[in-house]
């Protein structure tokens, strides 16, 4: 059974920096990308970014709005993603949602998510 | 970037009556080399993460029930609940996954009337 759960989510201050993880169970984490996907309260899905396999030489792209401050990495070794924000905004407040794409690229697997609160 | 719009923000529709939902994207998204819409809709209810229903724009989830359908190319697209059930109150989304970034519509809320 495919599982994936975020952690790391809180409370921190306009400015500040906090670093989100995505555990990965059940299928062959090497071999998928990861993205990030977010959602601010009671509002629509807003994709954050994606981290593709080493085999597609671990290539990352971002959201216009995330970009130069959010970082995607992952550790295959441990089967889990990681997303590091810095610079955090108020508008950066929502939930966090790793997923899994399939090859083709839809989601046919996210996890719980974890809530961002960025706020003074 | 491949903007996408969703119509109508919100509707009720009686139990067992018929729902639909629009989708456009701002380019298209069907790929000439396999003839494919690079397009999926979800349904998310409250507290929960999106569930997967439709891809390829008509092609049905496993274990998603036959009342939900996808259709349309290119790029207009239409999700219909062919007999809307309580358990479908949601928000529906669609995306298209053609090219980086990927974007989501900005969701269809589906209530009872």
């Known amino acids: 059974e495919v599982q994936l759960v975020e952690s790391g989510g809180g409370l921190v201050q306009p400015g500040g920096s906090l670093k989100l993880s995505c555990a990965a169970s059940?299928?062959?984490?090497?071999?998928?990308?990861m993205h990030w996907v977010r959602q601010a309260s009671g509002k629509g899905l807003e994709w954050v970014g994606r981290?593709?396999?080493?085999?597609?030489?671990?290539?990352?792209a971002y959201a216009a709005s995330v970009k130069g401050r959010f970082t995607i990495s992952r550790d295959d070794s441990k089967n889990t993603a990681y997303l590091q924000m810095n610079s955090l905004k108020t508008e950066d407040t929502a939930v966090y949602y790793c997923?899994?794409?399939?090859?083709?690229?839809?989601?046919?697997?996210w996890g719980q998510g974890t809530l961002v609160t960025v706020s003074s | 970037d491949i903007v996408m719009t969703q119509s109508p923000d919100s509707l009720a529709v009686s139990l067992g009556e018929r729902a639909t939902i629009n989708c456009k994207s701002s380019?298209?998204?069907?790929?000439?080399?396999?003839?494919?819409?690079?397009l999926a809709w979800y349904q998310q209810k409250p507290g929960q993460p999106p569930k997967l229903l439709i891809y390829?724009?008509?092609t049905r989830e496993s274990g998603v029930p036959d009342r939900f359908s996808g259709s349309g190319s290119g790029t207009d697209f239409t999700l219909t609940i062919s007999s809307l059930q309580a358990e479908d109150v949601a928000v529906y989304y669609c995306?298209?996954?053609?090219?980086?970034?990927?974007?989501f519509g900005p969701g269809t809320k589906v209530d009872i009337k």
């Open positions: 981290i593709r396999s080493k085999a597609n030489s671990y290539a990352t």
């Open positions: 390829w724009a008509s």
């Open positions: 995306q298209q996954y053609y090219s980086t970034p990927l974007a």
């Open positions: 380019q298209s998204v069907l790929y000439s080399s396999n003839n494919k819409n690079y």
């Open positions: 059940g299928f062959t984490f090497s071999g998928s990308a």
């Open positions: 997923t899994r794409p399939t090859q083709s690229g839809w989601y046919n697997y």
